[in-house]
């Protein structure tokens, strides 16, 4: 065969050329196709066009011998050389037997080779640019497709588990083994997020970051240490996992000295993957859905597609294929039974009271699960003892049974609804999407809700480096003073409201402070150390001194500016106090806290905001006080001690001491502050006078002190005030940034606890891994203990189990499938916040591949009933992009709606994350494009855009609708042609009997000549009817055509008498010549529509064109075959 | 990658590569399969270009790739692709029965997962139209139904679902399933890709 004569040369050239010229119209046809999603609404265009270039062929693939001189310009060659290209590309797609592919491949490359080979050393010789560049892009194109080749070998070689794959294939079918192609995709995915995530975020941060600059964010403690590696830290992602790349609050916020944005890129990266992730699954959909056409109901086709597609080629097992064709017939039969009785809707009242049954339970169940996660989360933001293993992980535990064993109640529940069982599957997956979402988001929101508590805390224990800043902004504008106003306004508005409100409190001063030294007493032996209780304490406080507020309405005047004074010493001292509470063991301080509360109180600020703010305010100072002023005094000896952090052995008589001595030691410290610039003294009266003054100012003052502590006002000018104060400020905090390590122990303990960040990716990762236990624990036990204990039992047994109860496990494809988009989803959520976390997906994602494929080949058997519901490709996809979606949302709302804690995290510092982004932005783009930008992001933009866009949504809609509505128009119509068209048929067939009939007669009777010479035409006929199908038709087309003329022509009548004489002679051909055109007419109506519009009493040259039209259709059709 | 040299040639396994959905690495395991399909020793470990072409093994040895065991069509599969062959303009030496290395390549890239819908579409309907005359008759559908469900379904049943077939997809109402009204069902089928495919 290879060897091929001269003599075959010539018709391997023609073959050649038709082969080529047919892959060119497929291409182009397939072109057209993708790009207007239509056929070409003229063939006769396209074919023109096609010849052309198929003559190209003959002509390039003629001249064997021919050198370039002849065969044209070097762009002819370079035409040719492409089309050879492309018919290289395009000879995969072709129907035919390989060997004549191969010799189109052969001939086209020799061409290639040879032509290339003589263009490359005339472009070698001549020395202009452009022919360089051709000659290099050739070269490239060259090494290009050799690359590329190279890569796709590579790939297989790379693809895992293929062989494991087919195997579950031929014994599950295609069905089983879509969850298996569907893990190994979602592996893929995860393996380029988690590699991106390694090589921009952790090595980098590993390789580059400043460890100096992390501050706290790198070091354990020496306690944590101590347990860092143990088993049950890691399970719980502490210890040392913690403090590695896996979790948001290992990372620095400050750029590496390489000059590596690092927060700025850990951003950037999380952002491209997420982006990947939407990208990659919608690809995946487009080209799932190329490979099907849309269809627009389910069960368009029931019988159909069972028979053409009911077969799975990939089965290759005796049981499988045995069980698949039971399945077939069963759906048949099926089937034909709802043909039979199609609506026979039996409306059962105990069906439809079961049915609300079922989805009240349901529903229940739900809320259920949702009101055990939320209370989970809550009680995990208590307080509890370490060591118990349940508290730890009661939330990640409570929830994976949750996703395990609510199903299995979903399932029972749905036996009882009784519906058909594709449509029970399908609720049933619904009713699981629903729960594991709800899960999600309950758990999400849990989540949030402990986090505001975390930055409360947070807030509270900031010592420094937000406030710093702050307070500089504020130095600026406090020139203006308009500013601070403003800022202030708020409060004042509050204070404003009742002043006489603050004229009370200011008299329980007097009631407070006696009961202020009664409380110590009381509390020094509590050893508290926790914010909550400090706020319970508070909340104690509180209450009492009200009342006596109330009670002591009288003598307000009085002594007040006294009072004051000695409160706002107060002040002074027990806001160190406060700053040592949190920082130290010592007990006896929570009680100072205390008095400082009631005297907020007292002060007026009724709201905890204002208390809050305040607490902040001298918290901050006091910090900056501790550094310096602490030191330095000696006189308070308590205050001092704090200094060396050896607190904790303070007594409590000591304490009580102290607060014997309050009034002294606080002109003691107050002195201090006044070297320090803090007149708190001066102040607190200065305050007092003006209170009596005027009711506003005084409120604005007093919200002043508030906010700023008591240095506002040494002086009585409060402008001036506020402005020293706060360039007091500014220094201590630079101070501060320095010393944040040197922050006492305890405070170091419970900033490592707040870093919500981190915790949310803890929980993600808890849940991942609990997850994958239950997971190989459920498949161990449902699986395999079952189908062993199945095996091995049922020879002694008292009913056979294989068949009856217990059985093999199945397969549960839907539902595993489920499970994996939800676990996915749990990774989409906790990545931005752990950057780990891909890559123990990663590792768990393997894991189940072989845990399940193994569980599937060993202990389950093939399903005895397929259904569509959980077979549809994209349908998978649908869900997973819903669930990548869904789990964005919260991310994006951690991203510009939360603030990052202010110790963690490559974010720290932040007002929120996303600002991260725009503050380069800004500071990189000079000033018009600012302008633009911020512009474009304004209601001005925003807002026309959405309702441009819900134009175009309602515009498309409504296209939807009316192209529908044509699509429907157009399949009548094609209804309508047909029956048209049978009936005219037949008409036709009545009305030439009825002709020839009367013809026939007349002209025998008036030119006996001619019958004779009819005889001969049809004899001649005949020998053409014989000789090929192509003439038959086109024939009988114009026959047709002409005959429905009813033009009484010579021709018509000569023509019919033909046919007539083949009616009568030989019927058996006239039968088939009718059935033969009403085949062509056929199938041209089929091919595209635009012909039966055709009309068909037209003029002769119409059906001599139509005839043609026909013959090259059937030709091509042959040529085909 | 030693074994490759020794079966086929450079050149051949390029064109191979060209003319079907495979990369190397997957043509030799088909090879591989070939080779395990036909009776010990009938194939040589490496092959000419003569060989891939004229080297027939019976057909019946099809029947040793599982999937084609089970397959209740596995007589017209091996049908239709062993007939392409002799089809062809090319002189077809071998005798009529039997398989030679390249048509069970084909019919393999056929049946891969990479071969486009179209291809696939054209070789089921080559496969399911029996008597080859280019449409699919009554007569196909019954038997394609018959050999389908194995005489589980009696022939007034097959008749139903064939008039149903027919009633379904038959939209220009001739009576037979023409190659477009075909393709048009066929590819609306939204497990017809997934399901006319064999891994190699």
Same mark, same amino acid.
């Given at each position: 065969m290879q060897r091929i004569s001269i003599a075959e040369e010539e018709g391997d050239e023609d073959e050649y050329s038709a082969s080529a010229c047919e892959i060119m119209?497929?291409?182009?046809?397939?072109?057209?196709?993708?790009?207007?999603?239509?056929?070409?609404?003229?063939?006769?265009?396209?074919?023109?066009?096609?010849?052309?270039?198929?003559?190209?062929?003959?002509?390039?693939?003629?001249?064997?011998?021919?050198?370039?001189?002849?065969?044209?310009?070097?762009?002819?060659?370079?035409?040719k050389l492409k089309l050879h290209k492309e018919v290289l590309s395009g000879v995969k797609q072709q129907p035919w037997p390989l060997c004549r592919k191969m010799k189109l491949v052969r001939q086209a490359k020799s061409y290639i080779r040879r032509h290339e080979g003589v263009l490359q050393e005339r472009l070698a010789q001549t020395r202009s640019t452009k022919d360089a560049i051709a000659r290099i892009s050739l070269y490239i194109t060259k090494k290009w497709q050799y690359c590329r080749r190279e890569l796709v070998n590579l790939q297989t070689w790379l693809v895992p588990w293929e062989l494991r794959i087919k195997e579950i294939e031929s014994h599950f079918g295609s069905a089983v083994a879509s969850y298996f192609t569907f893990l190994r995709w979602l592996f893929w995915i995860n393996l380029v997020i988690a590699a991106i995530l390694t090589a921009f975020v952790a090595i980098p941060e590993m390789l580059t970051a400043d460890p100096a600059a992390a501050g706290e964010r790198k070091i354990m403690l020496r306690e944590e240490k101590l347990k860092s590696k143990h088993l049950l830290t890691l399970w719980e992602f502490e210890g040392v996992l913690k403090y590695s790349p896996f979790f948001y609050g290992w990372y620095t916020n400050q750029d590496s000295r390489s000059g590596y944005r690092l927060p700025l890129v850990y951003f950037v990266t999380n952002l491209v993957v997420y982006i990947y992730s939407f990208l990659a699954i919608l690809r995946k959909m487009a080209e799932n859905s190329r490979l099907s056409k849309l269809t627009e109901k389910e069960d368009e086709c029931v019988f159909s597609w069972k028979l053409f597609t009911g077969w799975d080629f990939m089965i290759g097992n005796t049981e499988t294929?045995?069980?698949?064709?039971?399945?077939?017939?069963?759906?048949?039969?099926?089937?034909?039974?709802?043909?039979?009785e199609k609506e026979k809707d039996e409306r059962n009242w105990k069906i439809i009271l079961m049915r609300i049954f079922v989805n009240i339970c349901v529903i229940s169940l739900l809320g259920l699960s949702a009101y055990a996660v939320v209370k989970m989360v809550a009680r995990s933001s208590e307080e509890f003892e370490q060591n118990n293993w349940w508290r730890q992980n009661e939330i990640t535990v409570v929830m994976s049974l949750i996703t395990y064993v609510f199903p299995v109640f979903f399932e029972i529940l749905g036996l009882l609804e009784s519906y058909h069982p594709r449509k029970q599957l399908r609720l049933q997956l619904a009713r699981i999407m629903v729960l594991n979402l709800l899960n999600l988001y309950s758990l999400i929101f849990a989540l949030f809700e402990k986090i505001d508590s975390m930055t409360q805390d947070l807030r509270d224990l900031q010592p420094t480096i937000k406030n710093c800043t702050y307070k500089l902004i504020k130095c600026d504008d406090s020139l203006k003073q308009s500013q601070q106003f403003a800022t202030l306004a708020s409060l004042s508005l509050?204070?404003?409201?009742?002043v006489t409100g603050m004229q009370n409190k200011t008299e329980i001063l007097e009631t407070t402070l006696p009961q202020l030294s009664f409380i110590p007493p009381n509390f020094y032996l509590n050893p508290i150390l926790d914010e909550k209780s400090l706020e319970e304490i508070y909340n104690v406080g509180d209450y009492s001194p009200l009342d006596y507020t109330y009670d002591n309405y009288d003598d307000i005047t009085k002594n007040r500016s006294s009072f004051i004074e000695n409160i706002t010493k107060e002040m002074n001292f027990t806001t160190q106090m406060l700053q040592q509470n949190d920082t130290s063991d010592a007990t006896t301080f929570t009680t100072f806290?205390?008095?400082?509360?009631?005297?907020?109180?007292?002060?007026?600020?009724?709201?905890?905001?204002?208390?809050?703010?305040?607490?902040?305010?001298?918290?901050?100072?006091?910090?900056?006080?501790?550094?310096?002023?602490?030191n330095t005094s000696t006189s308070t000896d308590t205050v001092s001690s704090t200094i060396t952090e050896h607190l904790n052995e303070t007594s409590s008589t000591k304490a009580e001491d102290f607060t014997m001595s309050l009034p002294v030691e606080e002109s003691n410290t107050s002195d201090e502050y006044l070297t320090t610039a803090f007149n708190t003294n001066t102040k607190s009266s200065v305050i007092t006078t003006e209170f009596t003054k005027e009711p506003n100012i005084e409120t604005t003052n007093k919200i002043s002190t508030i906010d700023h502590y008591e240095g506002v006002i040494p002086l009585a000018e409060k402008d001036y005030d506020v402005k020293c104060f706060e360039q007091i400020c500014n220094t201590t905090t630079t101070q501060d940034t320095i010393s944040s390590s040197k922050l006492l122990d305890l405070t170091r303990k419970k900033l490592r606890r707040l870093c919500w960040e981190t915790m949310f990716g803890q929980e993600l990762a808890k849940l991942t891994v609990m997850d994958l236990v239950l997971s190989i624990?459920?498949?161990?036990?449902?699986?395999?203990?079952?189908?062993?204990?199945?095996?091995?039992?049922?020879?002694?047994?008292?009913?056979?189990?294989?068949?009856?109860?217990?059985?093999?496990?199945?397969?549960?494809i839907a539902e595993n499938i489920l499970h994996l988009v939800n676990n996915q989803g749990m990774i989409w959520m906790g990545m931005f916040f752990s950057p780990g976390l891909t890559i123990l997906n990663l590792l768990k994602l393997g894991i189940l591949m072989y845990l399940r494929s193994w569980a599937v080949l060993t202990c389950n058997v093939p399903h005895e009933i397929i259904f569509r519901a959980s077979r549809s490709n994209n349908f998978y996809f649908a869900l997973l992009l819903t669930m990548l979606f869904l789990c964005v949302l919260p991310v994006g709302y951690a991203i510009v709606w939360l603030e990052p804690s202010w110790h963690c995290g490559p974010f720290s510092g932040y007002e929120k994350i996303y600002y991260v982004a725009t503050e380069q932005l800004t500071d990189s783009l000079p000033d018009p494009i600012k302008r633009c930008l911020d512009y474009i992001a304004s209601p001005g933009i925003v807002i026309p855009l959405i309702v441009l866009m819900t134009l175009i949504i309602y515009y498309m809609v409504?296209?939807?609708?009316?192209?529908?509505?044509?699509?429907?128009?157009?399949?009548?119509?094609?209804?309508?042609?047909?029956?048209?068209?049978?009936?005219?048929?037949?008409?036709?067939?009545?009305?030439?009997?009825?002709?020839?009939?009367?013809?026939?007669l007349k002209w025998k009777r008036m030119l006996p000549v001619l019958s004779k010479k009819s005889t001969k035409t049809r004899a001649k006929d005949d020998v053409e009817i014989a000789r090929t199908d192509v003439n038959e038709r086109k024939r009988s087309t114009s026959e047709v055509i002409e005959l429905t003329d009813m033009e009484q022509d010579v021709i018509s009548h000569d023509q019919a008498q033909v046919s007539e004489n083949k009616h009568d002679e030989k019927a058996p051909i006239n039968s088939r010549l009718t059935r033969i055109f009403y085949d062509s007419w056929e199938s041209q109506s089929s091919d595209c529509a635009v012909i039966p519009e055709i009309r068909i009493n037209e003029a002769e040259g119409k059906s001599e064109y139509l005839s043609r039209s026909a013959s090259r259709k059937s030709h091509n059709v042959s040529e085909k075959k | 990658m030693g074994n490759k040299i020794a079966t086929f040639t450079e050149e051949q396994l390029e064109d191979y590569q060209d003319c079907t959905f495979f990369t190397r690495k997957e043509i030799l395991r088909i090879f591989k399969r070939f080779r395990d399909m036909g009776d010990p020793g009938a194939v040589p470990r490496s092959m000419t270009p003569q060989q891939a072409s004229t080297l +027939? /093994? $019976?057909?019946?040895?099809?029947? +040793? /790739? $599982?999937?084609?065991?089970?397959?209740?069509?596995?007589?017209?599969?091996?049908?239709?692709?062993?007939?392409?062959?002799?089809?062809?303009?090319s002189t077809s030496v071998a005798s009529d029965e039997g398989i030679c290395f390249e048509e069970f390549l084909e019919m393999m890239s056929v049946f891969s997962e990479q071969a486009p819908r179209d291809l696939k579409v054209f070789y089921a309907f080559k496969i399911y139209d029996f008597d080859e005359d280019g449409v699919l008759g009554l007569n196909d559908l019954e038997r394609t139904c018959r050999q389908l469900v194995q005489d589980d379904l009696n022939a007034d049943e097959v008749a139903t679902v064939c008039r149903k077939v027919l009633e379904e997809s038959d939209i220009d109402g001739d009576g037979v399933l023409s190659y477009l009204e075909f393709e048009h069902v066929v590819t609306r089928a939204s497990d017809f890709m997934a399901t006319f495919h064999i891994r190699i």
């Open positions: 119209q497929q291409r182009s046809s397939s072109r057209r196709q993708s790009r207007r999603r239509r056929r070409p609404s003229c063939p006769f265009e396209a074919e023109a066009t096609l010849r052309r270039r198929s003559s190209v062929y003959t002509t390039s693939s003629g001249e064997t011998a021919i050198s370039i001189e002849e065969s044209g310009s070097q762009e002819q060659i370079f035409e294929a045995h069980n698949r064709t039971a399945s077939i017939v069963l759906g048949f039969k099926e089937a034909l039974l709802e043909e039979a509050v204070l404003a409201s009742n806290e205390n008095l400082t509360d009631t005297i907020d109180l007292s002060e007026g600020i009724d709201t905890a905001s204002t208390t809050s703010n305040f607490f902040n305010e001298s918290t901050v100072s006091n910090e900056t006080t501790q550094e310096r002023d602490y624990i459920i498949t161990l036990s449902i699986d395999f203990f079952r189908a062993v204990f199945v095996r091995y039992m049922n020879s002694c047994w008292c009913w056979d189990l294989e068949k009856q109860f217990p059985q093999y496990g199945d397969f549960k409504s296209l939807t609708g009316s192209l529908r509505e044509t699509n429907n128009d157009l399949k009548i119509q094609l209804r309508h042609e047909r029956t048209e068209e049978r009936r005219k048929l037949f008409k036709i067939v009545k009305k030439r009997e009825e002709l020839s009939d009367l013809s026939f | +027939r /093994i $019976p057909l019946s040895c099809l029947t +040793r /790739i $599982p999937e084609l065991k089970e397959n209740p069509f596995r007589q017209r599969i091996s049908e239709v692709f062993a007939k392409c062959q002799s089809s062809g303009l």
